[in-house]
DNA sequence: CTCAAACAGGACACCGTAGTCCAATTTAGC
DNA sequence: GCTAAATTGGACTACGGTGTCCTGTTTGAG
């Protein structure tokens, strides 16, 4: 349902943001389990959309922009592979316009309650999470 | 987010389930607006599934199977790409078993959303959504 | 029995996503 | 200014979803 970029991208975001500091992509693959080549370019996109700056040279690496509670899931799902509304009718009547048919409404009433349930959810709201079972959160410190 | 062939699949049953009668899969595809010969396929993908019987030869066709209001849609998306819940922690630490992390829990309560919804709407209340704009329903006679 | 209607199934092309690899570029520190 | 650290970008492969086409098989009707 979400692409595997998506999931990479909240991971790293999620260990940027615990981090607070710079790390590196080969930091952030090995926390995360992600093929390092591979989301280097799905940070890469993260930074055009300017939720991470990525600083080269020594001491570099990626950063979290925004502060963790103005940043949410849906920013980060929309900056990788955005989740798109059913606009309008997916026939070719588009004599329609705005109003959808019963079948299609229905699906987009789900795709907003997914819309609407990553909007509400910042990443300060997860790393407040009170979770016994915190696989990012043991891994945070894992490159100090 | 969801796949062309679940759009596909539904378009069709709702065109059965408006015929009532077998309708061939020329018939279902041009009244769909769907490529007949990809059609075929997700026709017997419903097929297997047990949603639609098929019959072969001269009056033969597609006819849907169960009554209207005992299909939800989410029959139809998992019967042609079922959606899947996060169950375990996607990263590799299987020590956490059944519990997900922050974040996890909160994507996999976004595919809960989405899977009640579908689950909550039979095809039957697909059918008799009183709704001003119907592309679908104004297809349903085309083939008689 | 024969023929035409209709589905079944396999082979193939196309394209976007996932993933790898390597050369080029920036940058801090000695 | 040289070197090592680090990102950037392009080229490449692999694979699954989408879509096409063609042959075979079932089946009803004359």
Known sequence: ????????????????????????????????????????????GLARAGIVRSQRGV????????????????????????????????????????KLCALHRRLDNAMKSVEDAFRNSTLADVLADPNPSVPLGSLADSAE
């Open 59 to 98: 001491g570099g690496g990626m950063t979290l922009v925004p502060k963790p509670d103005k940043l949410t899931i849906l920013d980060v799902v929309n900056a990788v592979d955005p989740l798109q509304r059913i606009e309008s009718c997916p026939l070719g009547l588009r004599e329609h316009g705005v």
């Open 1 to 44: 349902m979400l692409s595997q970029s998506v999931e990479y991208a909240l991971r790293a975001v999620v260990f940027l943001a615990r981090a607070g500091e710079p790390r590196t992509t080969a930091q952030v693959a090995e926390a995360t389990q992600v093929p390092a080549p591979y989301l280097s370019k799905v940070l890469q």
